[in-house]
């Protein structure tokens, strides 16, 4: 659903309005003088119904969300990472006390 708003409106009340559309996935449509002239709505409501999805990406989103990678916190993927890292460089490093 899509709310009409005055831009006075919009605005006077703009954190709450973007509040609005990040939090509850609301539009809503800016006029000025009766003409429509923007729309607000969140990055999320906007990439899921106006920006198609790659294959690739939807194929990788099922594939993680098929092994639970998808509910991996920012700490859970950092310790990965590092722990990738560790065993690159233990791999890479010259062997010692060899000639």
Not at 14 to 28: M, T
Not at 68 to 93: H, W
Request: aromatic share 6%; charged share 30%.
């Amino acid at each position: 659903m899509i709310t009409t708003i005055a831009a006075s409106v919009a605005r006077s009340q703009f954190n709450r309005v973007l509040q609005r559309a990040a939090r509850n996935r609301e539009r809503f449509l800016v006029d000025r003088k009766g003409e429509p002239q923007v729309v607000i709505l969140s990055v999320k409501d906007y990439l899921q119904n106006f920006i198609p999805e790659p294959e690739v990406l939807r194929a990788i989103r099922a594939e993680a969300e098929r092994t639970g990678t998808a509910r991996l916190t920012m700490r859970q993927i950092n310790a990965e990472i590092a722990a990738y890292r560790r065993e690159k460089r233990r791999k890479n490093a010259p062997a010692q006390g060899r000639s």
